[in-house]
DNA sequence: CGCGTTTAGATGACATGTCAACTACACTGG
DNA sequence: CCAGTGTAGTTGACATGTCATCTAAACGCG
């Protein structure tokens, strides 16, 4: 409060304002290339990863998702034809989730997109050095967040 | 897509992770703390700051908010009590927002849960060189998003 | 076996965000 | 003055996210 930080403030604020426009000017750029969300994006690529039928509890463990927010996108998900769920053989509350080839021509043209949003906006914009701090700094906060 | 870039796919990679995990973390304690949510916060910290009625048209350039996203937030935060809207003298379109009694006792909570967080969380974990790598590299980042 | 406890997932209520109209006032040039 | 254009803000439809609660199947243990 009183002991001012003012390198913590400005490093944090700027961040901040970073992180709040990147954001939207991706999810902008993604939705507008492919008709896909971030969220869809995740789980196309969480698919995509694994390569074979995957059960949302392990693709909520994946994507640290609280399993209510899986269930709901998983749900959109399938009724646009993105994936296609079964159930599931082992266990009979489960399910299994595929990709659909709806899913995965549209992760194709969105994972362009992406990728080229992220090179423009921030990989190319860095340099190697700026890379490995920004690494280092991410692997430096994450073991606080569990 | 063939030329892997590793280093920028791995600092990629590593700020994704830490931004969505910090900031579920930082949204959740905010809230637990004071009942306000991000959205809230913002528009209760731009409002201190300026200490005065504020038009929600500048509140919207402040804050980088969509026009139609700031009307619905002022609304609920209205119905809250959270704030006052009283119209505009100068111009007959506009209004001013103001901070209630409300809005300036959950603010103060606000600040302080979540400068501890951002402080448990962030400043505090990395070295005044790491703070000076980050603001550099969104100082960077930040004028190619325009 | 049978009963209590986990676990997987679904659901409904609600808060939030985006987009595309729409209203109403302000401004500007003829 | 006044017609056209721009600007401030609202609204409704819809997508998304969170929380609490619910169902049903699996598990664990006497």
Do not use: F, N
């Not at 954001?23 to 971030?38: D, H, K, M, N, V």
């Not at 340099?127 to 692997?139: F, K």
Request: charged share 30%; with cysteine; proline share 3%.
């Amino acid at each position: 409060m009183d002991t001012a930080a003012p390198l913590a403030l400005d490093a944090w604020d700027s961040y901040q304002r970073m992180r709040a426009r990147l954001s939207a000017r991706i999810a902008r750029e993604l939705t507008a290339a492919s008709g896909l969300s971030e969220a869809d994006y995740e789980i196309l690529g969480a698919l995509t990863h694994e390569d074979r039928p995957v059960r949302p509890v392990t693709l909520g463990q994946c994507l640290g998702w609280e399993k209510s927010r899986l269930s709901h996108q998983l749900r959109r998900m399938e009724q646009r034809a993105l994936i296609v769920r079964t159930s599931c053989v082992e266990d009979g509350r489960g399910q299994e989730v595929t990709l659909s080839a709806a899913g995965r021509d549209a992760y194709r043209t969105a994972k362009t997109a992406y990728d080229d949003a992220v090179c423009r906006y921030v990989t190319q914009r860095l340099s190697d050095e700026q890379l490995v701090q920004l690494r280092g700094i991410a692997e430096t906060v994450l073991p606080h967040l569990d």
